[in-house]
């Protein structure tokens, strides 16, 4: 029987051109096996009426060719389904991608879409929408603003935000949270719910966060010093999260950040930035998403099962 799959492409996202990703699709998935339908994005919000047209016509597995936002969109609605998602990274820092040590050459991640090698993950909820990578308030909100204003997407403009953000524009916020029905007032540089172990470019707080063991890594920043951002900056560049004093991490499965004033506060889901006037509830969907992966990537995780050994597969936490 011919599997079925759906490639999404997001003309616009990234730095590289997407122009030759239809005929290595057709070069790879010969029409004997696979039943290949291909779509290009054309506005926002296009590659969940994609992937949920897809899902009703009966797809076994749809294809995000794009950047983190792209995957976001397309995996929205695969939730609790059994329609695989694939991944061609084609963005800027490739976050979730990289978690699951997907290639960035569209041949090699078209070649483990082919191979089919599955297996789920979980899913973060904030309010009535998903994200898969991370969410955040504070400073990676500043700069995920700042990012998307620039023209030419890469690591070293994603630097800049970061530095022009810290030293020029940027300060300390104050938020409300509530955990184990207590409630707490911060002040805080930011706070990251990590899914994955990064927000993209290998980049991260919580490098030993797993998106399969049914918790979150909710990482703590508090206000620091400005000479001590070199420092930090190779500490995280180096996974030496340790070395970050001011970084706090612990494990959680809910939270909720209240807006009291009812003002507007920013927030970012997979690196788009939101705004709300409500209350951020903050929540986990355990092995919702069924995800073709790497085998690198099960073997660093030894834990994880997938469909490839015949068996009712599913993820242990």
């Known amino acids: 029987m011919k599997r079925k799959i759906r490639f999404i492409i997001n003309p616009h996202s990234g730095i590289r051109r997407k122009s030759r990703i239809p005929v290595?699709?057709?070069?790879?998935?010969?029409?004997?096996?696979?039943?290949?339908?291909?779509?290009?994005?054309?506005?926002?919000?296009?590659?969940?009426?994609?992937?949920?047209?897809?899902?009703?016509?009966?797809?076994?597995?749809v294809v995000a060719v794009g950047g983190d936002g792209s995957i976001n969109e397309t995996a929205r609605e695969l939730i609790d389904t059994n329609v695989k998602l694939g991944i061609v990274p084609h963005g800027s820092g490739n976050g979730l991608a990289r978690y699951l040590n997907i290639p960035l050459n569209p041949k090699k991640a078209l070649e483990l879409i082919k191979n089919?090698?599955?297996?789920?993950?979980?899913?973060?909820?904030?309010?009535?929408?998903?994200?898969?990578?991370n969410f955040g308030v504070g400073f990676d909100v500043q700069v995920a603003k700042q990012f998307g204003r620039h023209k030419i997407r890469g690591f070293l403009s994603y630097s800049?935000?970061?530095i022009y953000q810290f030293y020029f524009k940027y300060k300390?916020?104050?938020?409300?949270?509530?955990e184990a029905d207590k409630r707490k007032r911060l002040q805080l540089f930011l706070m990251t719910v990590f899914n994955t172990n990064q927000y993209g470019f290998n980049i991260g707080?919580?490098?030993?966060?797993?998106?399969?063991?049914?918790?979150?890594?909710?990482?703590?920043v508090k206000p620091f010093h400005?000479?001590?951002?070199?420092?930090?900056?190779?500490?995280?560049?180096?996974k030496k999260t340790n070395w970050v004093k001011d970084l706090h991490i612990k494990?959680?499965?809910?939270?909720?950040?209240?807006?009291?004033?009812k003002e507007k506060m920013l927030y970012q889901i997979d690196g788009e930035v939101n705004e709300t006037k409500d209350n951020l509830i903050i929540g986990i969907k355990k092995q919702a998403l069924n995800v073709i992966g790497s085998e690198r990537f099960l073997k660093k995780n030894t834990e994880v099962t997938h469909e490839k050994e015949k068996e009712n597969y599913h993820l242990h936490g």
């Open 160 to 162: 800049w935000a970061v």
């Open 251 to 261: 494990k959680e499965q809910n939270l909720v950040i209240l807006n009291l004033k």
């Open 226 to 238: 400005k000479f001590k951002l070199l420092f930090y900056g190779l500490a995280i560049l180096l």
């Open 205 to 220: 707080l919580a490098p030993n966060a797993k998106a399969y063991d049914g918790n979150f890594d909710v990482a703590v």
């Open 116 to 133: 089919d090698m599955n297996f789920k993950i979980d899913c973060g909820t904030c309010n009535n929408q998903f994200f898969f990578s």
């Open 24 to 61: 290595l699709i057709e070069k790879i998935f010969s029409a004997d096996s696979f039943d290949i339908d291909i779509q290009f994005t054309e506005f926002p919000g296009h590659a969940t009426e994609l992937s949920k047209q897809a899902v009703d016509e009966g797809f076994d597995t």
């Open 172 to 178: 300390p916020i104050e938020i409300i949270i509530t």
